[in-house]
């Protein structure tokens, strides 16, 4: 069974609940191994949540999170630290999945898609279908973006992230996040009009 965080810490040696993740990243870097569990056990469902939406399919994002953690262990003593670990692990696993998203075939879909379920008493047979067909409409509109607009869109639109913050993940500028996240809403917003 997998420790939580505080356990982890613990095994570490030192109750690290209270501390960022600077400490456990320079353990790590020397080779902490404990230490990094800890940093993946804090950051790997928000991880894969993010490659989730990206990718549209859960075990690809595992798969993609999982080579994504294993890449940032084997560069972890190169991390300068010029941002921070969420940021520079973020990064990896959104090229890791722009990747993947390249190299697909047009055809993929977002299954995972959030779907905010009414109360049982107020869904009818009707709106269920309806529900249904939107998130399906908006699965097709969005396989019908560039990797890098569904990326942008993605970390801002679902995740809520900071234009500085999805700049640094991309690895573009913020200009040209502001710009991906513009067409891919005006992409959307044509392609879903009859949602309106």
Known sequence: MPLAPEQAASAVGEDLSDTDDTLLVVRAAEGDEEAFAVLVRLHAPTLVRMATRLLGNVPEAEDAVQDALISAWRKLPEFQRQSTFRTWVYRIVTNRCLNVLRARRPVDHLDAADQVAAPE?????????????????????????????????????????????????????????RARVFRARRSLTQQ?????
């Open 192 to 196: 879903l009009g009859a949602w309106r």
């Open 121 to 177: 008493h107020t869904v009818s047979p009707a709106r269920i279908a309806e529900s249904h067909a939107a998130v399906d409409e908006l699965q097709t509109a969005l396989t019908a973006l560039s990797a890098e607009q569904r990326a942008c869109w993605v970390l801002r639109e679902l995740d809520g992230q900071s234009y500085e913050f999805i700049a640094q993940a991309v690895g573009i500028s913020q200009e040209a996040v």
